[in-house]
């Protein structure tokens, strides 16, 4: 806790459960690590379900190995959270910890180093994911933009900073696909009206 801003991290999974600000909370859905995407046409044409299906599995199959304070004084406090990642039949895929970092002004930090096991396949995304508040519906962003863009086709995506609304990057495919993506994205902000 500090001043206005309340964050929480639960003792049992190590994810981060609960930002408030002003008594305020603004996750729907805990902090967490993901390495599974919906399928993209392209994907089926590859059989990415078939062969990446050990990063879907795994999204499942996370284990906690420790949660420890790092490092506290009067400035702000670290804490880390070690993970190992299993497929269905308990063979470990990868190796994760989240290091978060809450000071006295209210910033907390979140930094995360992975590693895949050997003889594992591609990863289809390393990431996390998080459901905020719908009020937080205003954007900006330095990256690639304005408009999606994607590993493969960003060079017509010049790199600047850009704003808009969270509902602006919804593409509405026949069938769930990437959308409103952005590459390069060095800093994110989502604020309410």
């Known amino acids: 806790s500090c001043g206005e801003v309340v964050i929480g991290i639960d003792r049992s999974s190590g994810l981060l459960i609960s ?80 290091r978060f970092s809450f000071d006295t002004s209210g910033e907390l930090h979140v930094q995360n180093r992975f590693s895949k096991e050997e003889g594992q396949p591609v990863v289809p995304r390393i990431g996390m994911n998080v459901e905020l508040r719908a009020d937080l519906e205003q954007v900006s962003w330095f990256g690639r933009g304005p408009f999606e863009n994607y590993s493969d086709r960003k060079q017509a995506a010049n790199v600047g900073q850009y704003s808009n609304r969270v509902s602006d990057h919804y593409v509405p495919y026949m069938r769930p696909q990437e959308n409103g993506y952005k590459t390069d994205v060095r800093w994110l902000r989502l604020h309410d009206n």
């Open 19 to 98: 930002i408030e600000i002003r008594g305020e909370e603004l996750l729907l859905q805990v902090l967490r690590p993901n390495f599974w995407r919906a399928p993209t046409d392209t994907d089926f044409g590859n059989y990415m379900p078939d062969w990446a299906a050990a990063w879907a599995e795994a999204v499942d199959h996370r284990e906690l190995l420790s949660l420890e304070v790092i490092e506290e004084d009067s400035s702000g406090v670290k804490l880390q959270a070690s993970y190992r990642f299993s497929d269905a039949k308990g063979q470990p895929v990868a190796a994760w910890a989240t």
